[in-house]
C-alpha cells in the first residue's frame, strides 16, 4: 500500500489494465476479437505506442502478462513507450520481474493534476476520499462494472485495447450520471436526517 506523489508533471498521464499479453485464453475469456495471441499482442503494442510519448507516464494497473515466457513479458515490455508504472494485479508473476520506473503493492493513493486519484487492480465500492472528490480507478474486470461520475475500470477491454489519456477518463466520468454507492447512500441518509430536522 503506497501514499505517493510520483505523478506531478510529466508530459501527459495514461492508465491502462490488464493486457495480459501472451496469455491465449484472454481471447475468448474477454472476447477480443484476434485469431491469435501474436496477433493479439502486436496490436496492443501497436495501439500503446500509437497513444503513449516516450515522456509520457502509463499506470498499469496490473495484470501486464500472463502464461507467456519471462522473455516474451521482457521483449513486449522493451518495446513499450514511456515512463511506466506498475501497480500489482493478480496475474503478476511476470510483470514483478521487469524494469518498471515504479511498482506498488497493494493501492496508489497519489494526484494527477489537480485530482486525487485511488489506484488499485481492484474495484473498491468505498474508498478514501470518495465524499471529497477523490477519483478511483480499476482494472480487473475487463469491463464488466459500469462507471460511476469519480470510478471507472481503465483496462484495455474499456478503451480500445490502448492506454487511455486521463483526460479522456475525466471526460467519460463527467457524462456519467450514476453516483459511487457509498457517495449515493450517504447523500440519502443526509437527507433523511435534515427532512427528520426541519
Not at 36 to 48: Q, R
Amino acid at each position: 500500500m503506497t501514499k505517493t506523489k510520483l505523478s506531478n508533471s510529466p508530459a501527459r498521464v495514461f492508465l491502462t489494465a490488464d493486457h495480459h499479453f501472451g496469455h491465449q485464453k484472454v481471447l475468448g475469456m474477454s472476447g477480443r476479437p484476434f485469431a491469435s495471441v501474436a496477433e493479439h499482442d502486436e496490436y496492443l503494442i501497436e495501439a500503446w505506442n500509437a497513444s503513449v510519448g516516450p515522456q509520457d507516464e502509463v499506470w498499469h494497473l496490473g495484470d501486464f502478462a500472463y502464461k507467456c515466457t519471462a522473455e516474451h513479458a521482457a521483449r513486449v515490455f522493451s518495446r513499450l513507450n514511456g515512463v511506466k508504472r506498475l501497480v500489482h494485479g493478480n496475474h503478476e508473476d511476470r510483470g514483478r520481474a521487469l524494469p518498471w520506473d515504479s511498482q506498488h503493492e497493494g493501492f496508489v493513493d497519489t494526484k494527477i493534476g489537480d485530482h486525487r486519484v485511488f489506484l488499485c487492480h481492484y474495484a473498491f465500492r468505498a474508498w478514501p476520499g470518495a465524499f471529497r472528490g477523490t477519483l478511483h480507478f480499476y482494472g480487473h474486470t475487463h469491463g464488466l462494472l459500469p462507471d460511476t461520475r469519480q470510478s471507472c475500470d481503465v483496462g484495455v477491454d474499456r478503451w480500445q485495447y490502448r492506454p487511455a489519456l486521463f483526460a479522456e477518463i475525466l471526460a467519460r466520468l463527467e457524462a456519467t450520471e450514476a453516483l459511487p454507492e457509498e457517495v449515493a447512500l450517504g447523500q440519502a441518509q443526509d437527507s433523511q436526517r435534515k427532512a427528520k430536522q426541519a
